[in-house]
């Protein structure tokens, strides 16, 4: 039982073995079964990398072959661009060089023409206006774009051309240098004018003066100009001595006044002395305000000294659109005269740098009381500004320099041989785009005008002393005259006296105060030198000259005022200012000379009694040679034939007030008016010359021959100088435009 028992627990025991066995045979199957698959997956795991490698590398050799194209491709297109920006940068410079070309030439032909340059500047935004919008759209070169909104909310451009345009963003230096060569004519004797034009707040006073607090590099036009003109004296030291002197003047309310007062009065000049004063005129002394101070200079610290002082004493005030707006025309002058240290020729320039106080509409700029008053000087001088342009861009034989102190200021500027420039200013604002764009018309019409060719006021020695000898021979015969006159009428004792006394011929031995009566010193030669009182070398160097034709270039003697009951007014419509005759008879025409002689008499004896009048022209034709008895005659009837009709137009044209309106107003009424009054100066002076044979030559050669005829004034203040028969000035004007 025991031993089956055992058999029972072996068997069970070997059975269970077996089971065991067969159980771990059963899972190491499995297992083997499970490591077979894995090693298949791996293997197709690794072909597929494999086949997936080869595939990269043959993209990454495709890719690479690709990109070696396109280096190639991309090497090849970025020469020839290379090639092509090398062109066309030639092309460039080429067509700059062109451009650049064509500016000069342009230049020289408006020099040769004499146009009047126009500069434009735009001043940027105030500080906290940077969200407004600009009303200009364009600048390029020398055209500005502006956008003129219109009533149907769509906006339309216009766009004007200038010399130049300087936008927001230009410095004060880049303005100066395109202006730089003009300033430096002036060392070579000519007479060069920059005047800023513009609203108030435009940034005139920024362009010439610079801002309130002037630094180097904030300097405007007027330091900058002298400090240059010092320079190029300095570099030419060896050839030239340079003398340099400055005058600073303003018009407040048609006032002149003297910015160089140190005594703080500022006196204020009358008119007349503006431009008919002793000394008046000689470019050495320039256009000019005779007892304005005229301060010698000779370094950019002066300058700047002076021109503090000046802007000290300039009258500013704070109106609604600029918190520091000039409220007078300012003029800085500047004389030079130059002495060439081996031939002794001397060069006279004269150089005006005029800020002019700016156009307002008053009801924008709510100037009530005195800003008011002075606004409406402001805007009538600046009107008649527009008056003057008007005539000289239409060519116009009568121009209306008369009208304004600021347009006589100007007038040998605008109408002389002077080159000048008009720096105009705008603002940005849109909300002043009604004035931008009147400005900018105008500045376009004044861009039209052409005054001749500029001249240089050089003398050499030669011609200085011949012209000196001309000149004391004149005299002396003047005095010869005055002589047998004394001789010849007994009972005119009374009127020869005062004749003799009132002689230009007896300038040289006259109280040198003389000239204090207000009586034109003359000028002996073109250069504006003035007869030395003591000039009897120069007589005594005479060598030969021609009786004829100093007698006929001699005006008559005595003189004599328009007849009795001639009203004439201050107004010389015709010739304009004193001065810029002088200036045009001193520079271009010897034998006008004579008429500043007259003029200084003239000047003299504006309140001479009307019997003088009668009695003197009653016995003249006794006592004078016949050619001057009608050379006289005829410049007197010339001038009783110009001078009501010119005193009518000014009067009408002399009214307009709002610069906005200034141009069209008096463009047309110009136009018709001064026509007439040419047609009959002409009638005027084809009459007179059929008296005089001499005259009649004369007069149809704009000689300088005829007298200044004579320049009554009623008031018995001497106005004017050296008055002009019409065909003369006529001719000259129209003349050195073409
Ligand atoms: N180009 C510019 N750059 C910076 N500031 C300027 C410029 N132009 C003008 N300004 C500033 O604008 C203001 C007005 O300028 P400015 O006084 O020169 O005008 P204006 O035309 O002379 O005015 P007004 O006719 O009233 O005298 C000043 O504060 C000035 O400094």
Not at 425 to 430: C, D, K, M, T, V
Not at 502 to 509: A, K, M, T
Not at 641 to 653: F, H, K
Not at 706 to 714: M, Q, T
Request: aromatic share 6%.
């Amino acid at each position: 039982m025991v031993t089956k028992k055992e058999d029972c627990i072996h068997k069970n025991q070997d059975n269970a073995i077996v089971t065991k066995k067969e159980d771990r045979i059963h899972d190491n199957q499995a297992v083997d079964k499970e490591s077979e698959r894995q090693l298949l997956k791996q293997q197709m795991l690794f072909d597929q990398q494999q086949r997936e490698i080869k595939e990269l590398r043959h993209t990454l050799h495709s890719t690479k072959a690709g990109m070696q194209f396109l280096q190639m491709k991309f090497h090849e297109e970025f020469s020839n661009l290379g090639l092509h920006i090398h062109s066309l940068a030639n092309a460039a410079s080429g067509y700059h060089r062109v451009l650049e070309e064509n500016r000069k030439l342009y230049n020289q032909v408006q020099d040769l023409k004499g146009s009047i340059r126009v500069y434009c500047r735009v001043r940027p935004f105030f500080p906290g206006q940077s969200n407004h919008l600009s009303a200009v759209e364009n600048i390029e070169d020398g055209t500005i774009t502006v956008n003129i909104p219109s009533k149907n909310g769509k906006g339309r451009r216009s766009s004007f051309n200038f010399n130049k345009v300087f936008g927001p963003s230009a410095t004060q230096a880049e303005v100066f240098v395109d202006m730089q060569p003009l300033v430096r004519s002036v060392l070579d004797g000519y007479n060069v004018c920059i005047f800023a034009y513009g609203q108030t707040g435009s940034g005139k006073t920024y362009t010439m003066t610079g801002p309130k607090e002037i630094t180097d590099k904030s300097q405007g036009v007027n330091y900058r100009a002298l400090s240059d003109l010092f320079l190029i004296a300095d570099q030419r030291r060896d050839t030239f001595h340079y003398d340099v002197s400055v005058q600073m003047i303003e018009i407040y309310n048609e006032q002149v006044r003297d910015l160089l007062v140190t005594d703080g009065t500022n006196k204020r000049y009358p008119f007349y002395q503006l431009f008919d004063s002793p000394l008046v005129f000689s470019s050495q002394k320039g256009l000019s305000v005779p007892d304005a101070s005229m301060v010698p200079v000779s370094s950019t610290i002066d300058v700047i000294e002076l021109m503090n002082l000046g802007q000290r004493n300039r009258a500013v005030g704070a109106t609604a659109v600029n918190d520091r707006s000039s409220r007078s025309h300012s003029c800085l002058t500047v004389h030079v005269q130059g002495r060439d240290l081996t031939s002794g020729a001397i060069l006279r320039g004269c150089m005006h740098l005029v800020d002019l106080a700016g156009s307002e509409r008053v009801d924008k700029s709510e100037a009530t009381g005195d800003r008011l008053k002075e606004a409406q000087h402001i805007n009538k001088s600046l009107s008649a500004l527009g008056d003057v342009i008007a005539s000289l861009a239409q060519k116009n034989s009568h121009v209306p320099y008369r009208n304004s102190k600021l347009t006589q200021l100007l007038q040998d500027s605008l109408g002389g041989q002077a080159k000048t420039l008009m720096f105009v200013h705008i603002s940005p604002e849109s909300d002043a785009i009604g004035e931008t764009v009147s400005t900018l018309k105008f500045a376009e019409r004044v861009a039209t005008v052409e005054l001749g060719a500029a001249r240089v006021n050089k003398d050499s020695v030669d011609v200085k002393e011949l012209k000196e000898q001309i000149a004391s021979l004149k005299a002396a015969l003047a005095r010869k005259e005055g002589e047998s006159e004394h001789s010849l009428s007994s009972n005119s004792e009374k009127y020869r006296t005062k004749a003799s006394e009132l002689s230009p011929y007896n300038i040289n031995q006259r109280d040198p105060d003389m000239d204090q009566l207000g009586c034109r010193r003359p000028m002996v030669e073109v250069g504006n030198i003035e007869l030395q009182s003591n000039n009897t070398t120069l007589r005594h160097k005479t060598q030969s000259f021609d009786f004829d034709e100093i007698s006929a270039n001699s005006p008559p003697w005595p003189p004599v005022n328009n007849s009795p009951g001639q009203n004439y007014g201050e107004d010389d419509k015709e010739s304009g200012s004193g001065e810029w005759v002088d200036k045009v008879m001193v520079n271009k025409q010897d034998g006008n000379k004579t008429e500043n002689l007259l003029g200084c008499w003239q000047a003299s004896n504006g309140n001479l009694s009307e019997a003088f009048y009668q009695k003197y022209l009653k016995d003249s034709p006794k006592i004078y040679s016949e050619q001057s008895y009608n050379m006289f005659i005829g410049g007197n009837q010339f001038n009783i034939a110009g001078s009501d009709d010119m005193d009518e137009l000014d009067a009408a044209t002399s009214d307009s007030s709002e610069p906005d309106l200034l141009w069209q107003f008096n463009h047309s009424k110009l136009s018709s008016v001064t026509n007439g009054i040419g047609s009959k100066i002409m009638r005027s002076v084809s009459k007179t010359a059929k008296n005089s044979p001499e005259l009649s030559k004369n007069a149809v050669h704009s000689s300088p021959l005829g007298p200044s005829p004579s320049l009554k004034h009623s008031n018995g203040v001497s106005h004017r100088t050296g008055r002009h028969p019409a065909p003369v000035d006529v001719k000259r004007r129209t003349g050195s435009r073409k």
